[in-house]
């Protein structure tokens, strides 16, 4: 489809500027004050045009149970998790559609699905994830999470006896499944991209590492991981390397241009330059950091090194959002409070441009999406800047970020196409999904959590906790 987006705000280096903005196909062909209509006129008075953000990391299927998981950090919370995970297909294709719809309703044009497999039904979640983010039309990077050590492996032994169970599948078959993964659904020409993405240190061996850089170089895939969420992690990483983790993934050759790291809280100065030597990517999630109490990472320094940063909302069951611009403002201004030199804060300007253009780097695909440019890819998102959050008119951008915009996403475009006009998205029934979440869910009163409970003593221990019957 062509179109030409007339009379509409887009930023500049220094203030805005009001232009035409001509797309052909999938790219923008042109950026002017005035040009000629190209195909159908869209009108872009009073409103402004930023290239679509990218949700650079979330698990879909954690939709489901979002508010419900008690207060607990990481390692507990996980146990929690694995009580309540979606067993069936089908609701790992209605979340998909619901990440999907909350993520573009936020600015967003791309998600990156770290995704839960159902056990012997991983083919199928991955399809049924597929199949949401085509018929929504979002820009897809789903990364089928994987691990090859067992559950109890991911909380530091603190000395005692490592004696876990094997994990129910080989790693050998792990790589087997994402090959297939890669063969049925990688399709970049198509806005589908698989990713290889280990879980992370905490629950992978070197050998499903390796195979999955041998994975990521065969099919040229971007990689992908949590890296050092809580400070449990660093000090399993210690115990399970005698280094930090950061430098035992650099050693066996996992960071590179294309591996993009979620978390990265735990990490000190020398790693930090390890990441930039790589020009690996930092996915910040700061809602989930904070409802997990895992810590604040360190942003400005990673800035400062010469990282590249951008931002993710994590699964909603520790956010329990999938709103972008609630993740990019608390990602903003939650660093003020680490730096007192407020020339390192970040600027809203530069939240919007690490949340596309940083996302698009991340991806390895910084040199043809994430800027309002010629050539680009047309991942585009028209504010509505005469809605009530957005006035009265000051800074554009400045009210976009640090307000509390809602309802404000007037249309929105990926590859060329429209998926958003007036609010309202075209590609899917929006109400229809509506109804399916309410009548698959339920209120719940008081559920337990049986995995919980036995966790906690060797948690509490290792973390010097007082002993919970103390408490
Ligand atoms: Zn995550």
């Known amino acids: 489809m062509n179109f030409t987006i007339q009379n509409v705000l887009i930023p500049q280096a220094e203030g805005y500027a009001t232009v035409d903005v001509e797309i052909e196909g999938d790219r923008i062909s042109g950026i002017a004050s005035h040009l000629e209509v190209v195909g159908t006129a869209v009108d872009g008075q009073n409103k402004l045009l930023l290239p679509g953000f990218i949700n650079a990391h979330t698990h879909s299927s954690e939709m489901w149970h979002r508010g419900l998981i008690p207060m607990l950090p990481l390692e507990l919370w996980l146990a929690a998790l694995y009580d309540i995970t979606p067993l069936d297909p089908e609701q790992v294709y209605l979340s998909a559609l619901g990440t999907a719809v909350e993520t573009i309703l936020s600015g967003g044009t791309s998600v990156v699905d770290h995704l839960v497999l159902i056990p012997g039904k991983e083919l199928e979640t991955i399809a049924a994830a597929v199949k949401a983010y085509r018929e929504i ?193 608390i990602g903003s201004i939650l660093h003020n409070t680490t730096d007192r030199d407020y020339h390192h804060w970040i600027t809203p300007l530069q939240a919007v441009e690490m949340a596309s253009k940083g996302g698009a780097i991340g991806l390895n695909l910084g040199d043809e999406l994430g800027a309002i440019a010629v050539g680009q890819k047309a991942d585009l998102v028209l504010y509505n800047l005469t809605n009530l959050s957005l006035l009265p008119r000051t800074d554009p951008i400045g009210l976009l970020i640090l307000g509390r915009p809602t309802q404000v996403v007037h249309s929105v475009w990926i590859d060329g196409k429209q998926i958003v006009a007036d609010g309202k998205v075209k590609t899917i029934n929006v109400d229809g999904l509506r109804q399916e979440l309410f009548s698959r869910s339920q209120w719940y009163n008081n559920l337990q959590f049986p995995s919980v409970s036995p966790m906690e003593e060797r948690y509490r221990t290792v973390m010097g906790l007082p002993d919970k019957s103390s408490v």
């Open 137 to 329: 039309g979002i820009r897809a990077f789903v990364a089928p999470l994987v691990q090859d050590e067992s559950f109890a492996a991911g909380v530091p032994s603190g000395g005692s006896e490592k004696n876990y169970a094997a994990y129910f599948r080989s790693t050998a078959a792990t790589l087997e499944l994402i090959e297939t993964a890669v063969k049925q659904f990688h399709r970049p020409d198509e806005g589908v991209y698989i990713l290889v993405a280990p879980t992370g240190i905490q629950l992978s061996t070197d050998a499903l590492f390796e195979g999955c850089i041998e994975l990521s170089e065969r099919y040229d895939l971007c990689r992908h991981s949590h890296l050092l969420e809580t400070l449990a992690q660093q000090l399993l990483a210690q115990e399970k390397y005698g280094c930090s983790a950061v430098e035992h993934l650099k050693e066996i050759g996992y960071l590179s241009h294309k591996t993009s790291l979620a978390h990265c809280v735990w990490l000190n100065d020398s790693d930090i330059e390890i990441l930039a030597q790589t020009q690996s990517t930092v996915v910040h999630n700061p809602l989930s950091n904070l409802r997990l109490g895992s810590g604040i990472a360190p942003i400005l320094k990673y800035r400062q090194a010469g990282v590249n940063v951008t931002f993710g909302c994590d699964g909603a069951s520790s956010n329990d959002s999938q709103d972008l611009l609630e993740a990019i403002k």
